[in-house]
């Protein structure tokens, strides 16, 4: 079964330091989206992004953060300089069909800030 | 009011029997419902989805929709210890005439089957 595979499993990153999260999403999808969980916490929506734009984004994705498809495979995240509150577990998700079936997700990265 | 509400458990039943699931929303324009399923440390795994009123049944699970009540449940039917999980309702929100997709997730409910 097709699946989106995040890398890596786990970053461990100094405070103020850029952190890259990478995901291949499952190849004829189209849309692709990422979530975190801090840990303890609900599943927070973070930005979604569709025909190589962010279609929409939540007030926690601000100017720290950034997505990219740089080669119509690779979905990243980054976070220019890491605060201790982005310590999360961060989802990737893809989507083939934009309002039917559910994402399938990645089995996330942990990142720790410390 | 908080978009998508679910009672945080934890939620024990013995092995066998049915566990029921709850989640309500408050935006009236929301147009699919979810059900997914989470490890400790893992990522969510969907169950089911459902977007019209009624119930629908894969295998041991039951997703219910009520859209005049705005409610989501879900019914785990002889219920395993492999069923102890945080089970997460998401509601994907219609909102200002366009969607991408955007799932809003409740807390999640914390199942225990024991033994």
């Known amino acids: 079964e097709p699946e989106v595979t995040q890398t890596p499993s786990h970053q461990v990153t100094q405070m103020g330091q850029e952190v890259i999260l990478r995901c291949v999403p499952i190849s004829n999808h189209l849309y692709f989206y990422w979530y975190r969980q801090i840990l303890g916490q609900k599943v927070e929506f973070l930005v979604s992004?569709?025909?190589?734009?962010?279609?929409?984004k939540s007030e926690i994705f601000d100017d720290q953060f950034s997505v990219e498809r740089p080669d119509g495979s690779n979905f990243t995240l980054k976070i220019r300089s890491t605060k201790l509150e982005d310590s999360a577990m961060y989802f990737c998700?893809?989507?083939?069909?934009?309002?039917?079936?559910?994402?399938?997700f990645g089995s996330g990265t942990r990142l720790t800030v410390v | 009011q908080k978009e998508v509400e679910q009672n945080s458990g934890p939620l024990s039943v013995p092995e066998g029997a049915i566990a029921s699931l709850n989640c309500t929303y408050s935006?009236?324009?929301?147009?699919?419902f979810f059900w997914y399923r989470q490890y400790s440390g893992k990522s969510p795994e969907l169950i089911m989805s459902?977007?019209?009123?009624g119930d629908k049944e894969d295998g041991r699970f039951t997703a219910q929709l009520n859209k005049a009540s705005q409610y989501v449940s879900l019914l785990i039917r002889d219920s395993q210890p492999s069923d102890s999980a945080t089970y997460l309702c998401?509601?994907?929100?219609?909102?200002?005439?366009?969607?991408?997709?955007?799932?809003?997730f409740g807390q999640g409910t914390i199942l225990t089957v024991h033994p």
């Open positions: 459902i977007y019209s009123n």
């Open positions: 992004f569709y025909n190589n734009e962010i279609s929409e």
């Open positions: 998700a893809s989507k083939g069909d934009l309002f039917n079936y559910g994402y399938t």
């Open positions: 998401a509601v994907n929100i219609l909102r200002g005439g366009t969607s991408y997709g955007k799932l809003t």
């Open positions: 935006d009236r324009v929301s147009q699919s």
